[in-house]
């Protein structure tokens, strides 16, 4: 699940989006099954390369995200998210806050947890794109 606000979005197996500007609206949100669809990779870069630029992008892996995830998908990842290897092994949950954009913002965060471990949550607070003042 991914929680914007007091938006609740449940999704399915595989590489769960959503991805909003930095006011806060809602640009898509998109679900690729990456265990079983053969052409969910290919889908998941075209995907990353039309997202405009200076987005929050949100994913979260359900269920298992790693079958059908190919080397170019790893790669369109990694250009959202900065801090850790986006690749992933069989069963293991995954979650980050990430940014579409020129610079990367000090708030991305993400964690990963191997099967069995439960759900991987990540939490922050962003203002405009900014780190929110506590």
């Not at 892996?61 to 995830?69: C, F, M, N, P, R």
Request: overall charge positive; proline content about 3%.
């Amino acid at each position: 699940m991914v929680k914007l606000r007091r938006l609740e979005e449940s999704f399915h197996r595989g590489h769960n989006f959503v991805v909003v500007r930095c006011d806060g609206s809602l640009v898509s949100n998109q679900t690729f099954d990456t265990h079983f669809d053969s052409h969910a990779s290919t889908n998941l870069v075209n995907y990353l390369q039309g997202l405009p630029n200076d987005v929050i992008v949100t994913l979260a892996v359900k269920d298992e995200g790693s079958t059908q995830l190919r080397a170019d998908a790893i790669n369109a990842l990694h250009t959202i998210i900065h801090i850790q290897s986006p690749s992933m092994v069989f069963r293991e949950s995954m979650a980050f806050i990430g940014y579409k954009g020129a610079t990367i913002p000090s708030w991305q965060i993400g964690t990963k947890k191997s099967s069995g471990e439960g759900p991987s949550v990540v939490t922050a607070r962003i203002c405009k794109c900014k780190t929110c003042d506590a």
